[in-house]
């Protein structure tokens, strides 16, 4: 047995962090949603820039960062997503965040970590490694039904644009930047239910646990 790590990466809303919570469920294992840190510094970045990202305000913000900062209201709004992928590119903030991510890894009960450079950059060694995808259209369904659950206000249109902009800069950046590991799993949902995205997943875990 021993620590088991699964890395779980993709663009925004494909489906990601339903999977994760699913497998952490099944497995027994911890579960990190590291998208959370990175709108943790951007929530804080925006407040102390009024409204803008400061590469010294995000840095503070990072550096900062405790686990209560987690809870805060609002990390899930779209300017908070847009603030957390300007953060997520500067190699100070992602710096200042990696013992955390890497001490999660290491929980002797396994654990299971939805991100962008998982498999990349934070547990390049992890046991499974996923890189889950869905089209664009469909992952703006997806976000728009859950934003509207959560009561906002949100068009398609708007949740498209929002999602393609934050995917190009997550991509393009320099630092860690998305993209499957090479031993990575593609794993796409465009035409998957949740349980039938979650039962191809289990069946990777099962066969290496
Ligand atoms: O996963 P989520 O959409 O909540 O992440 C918000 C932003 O945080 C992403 O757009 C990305 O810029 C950044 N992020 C990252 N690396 C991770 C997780 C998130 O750069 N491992």
Do not use: N, W
Request: proline share 5%; charged share 30%.
């Amino acid at each position: 047995a021993g620590r088991f790590v699964v890395a779980l990466d993709g663009p925004a809303a494909a489906g990601k962090g339903t999977i994760a919570r699913a497998l952490a469920a099944r497995f027994g294992f911890a579960h990190l949603d590291t998208g959370l840190l990175y709108r943790a510094v951007g929530r804080k970045a925006l407040a102390a820039g009024g409204g803008a990202i400061r590469p010294e305000d995000a840095i503070r913000a990072a550096r900062a960062l405790r686990a209560e900062d987690l809870q805060a209201p609002g990390l899930r709004d779209p300017q908070v997503g847009q603030a957390a992928s300007q953060a997520a590119a500067l190699p100070e903030v992602r710096a200042a965040l990696l013992d955390f991510q890497r001490a999660f890894a290491a929980r002797p009960g396994g654990a299971v970590l939805d991100g962008r450079d998982i498999g990349t950059v934070i547990c390049p060694d992890a046991d499974v490694k996923l890189f889950v995808t869905a089209s664009d259209e469909v992952r703006a369904r997806r976000r728009c039904a859950e934003l509207r659950a959560g009561g906002a206000e949100a068009t398609f249109e708007q949740v498209l644009e929002d999602l393609r902009r934050r995917d190009a800069r997550d991509a393009a950046r320099e630092a860690a930047p998305m993209k499957p590991a090479p031993d990575a799993v593609l794993l796409d949902t465009t035409k998957l239910s949740i349980d039938a995205a979650v039962a191809q997943a289990a069946a990777l875990i099962e066969r290496k646990c």
